[in-house]
Antibody, heavy 112, light 107 residues
């Protein structure tokens, strides 16, 4: 069974940092682009970042460019999102996604 | 950056109705577009990939069409479980962009 499980969310102060993880199972992880998508409370979906299977290519939303870094460890079947200089507007549920498979999401709350 | 304009933003319809949702891209994206359904409190589910290919397990009343700049999602006969929010996603060029969403409500 293909499965994605996010972790690492929580409460952080503005300006702080957090690293999200996404553990993948049930497929050959290194063969697939992986994505982070977020959803602020009561708002629509926002694509955050994607990374190629090898990790050699990545893209970011303008809203997070320069603050967030996506990475992956194919030996551990794990995707990461390093989030720095966090702002209140980064508060959202963050989903890890691969095409038609999504995790359950992890909540990030940025507040003092 | 490519902009995606999704319409309508909300739609009230009845069980059995045929509904169409549209996404327009500000520049050509070939067929690099997916359609997603999201129900409250749940992760999104992809219904359509490559603009017109039906995801495995998705009912055949859902269909997608289009290429280039204009795309449509059609539900041929609405069922009670179809009342949800729908999004398109362009994945042709970074940054990828979701449409603003269409909330489909019961009339």
């Amino acid at each position: 069974e293909v499965q994605l499980v996010e972790s690492g969310g929580g409460l952080v102060q503005p300006g702080g940092s957090l690293r999200l993880s996404c553990a993948a199972s049930g497929f050959t992880f290194g063969n697939y682009y992986m994505n982070w998508v977020r959803q602020a409370p009561g708002k629509g979906l926002e694509w955050v970042s994607s990374i190629s299977g090898s990790g050699g290519s990545a893209g970011y939303a303008d809203s997070v460019k320069g603050r967030f870094t996506i990475s992956r460890d194919n030996s551990k079947n794990t995707l990461y999102l390093q989030m720095n200089s966090l702002r209140a507007e980064d508060t959202a549920v963050y989903y890890c996604a691969r095409g038609n498979t999504w995790g359950q999401g992890t909540l990030v709350t940025v507040s003092s | 950056d490519i902009q995606m304009t999704q319409s309508p933003s909300s739609l009230a319809a009845s069980v059995g109705d045929r509904v169409t949702i549209t996404c327009r891209a500000s520049q050509g994206i070939r067929n690099d577009l997916g359609w997603y359904q999201q129900k409250p409190g749940k992760a999104p589910q992809r219904l359509i990939y490559a603009a017109s290919s039906l995801e495995s397990g998705v009912p055949s009343r859902f269909s997608g069409s289009g290429s280039g700049t204009e795309f449509t999602l059609t539900i041929s006969s609405l069922q009670p479980e179809d009342f949800a929010t729908y999004y398109c996603l362009q994945h042709n060029t970074f940054p990828y962009i979701f449409g603003q969403g269409t909330k489909l409500e019961i009339k």
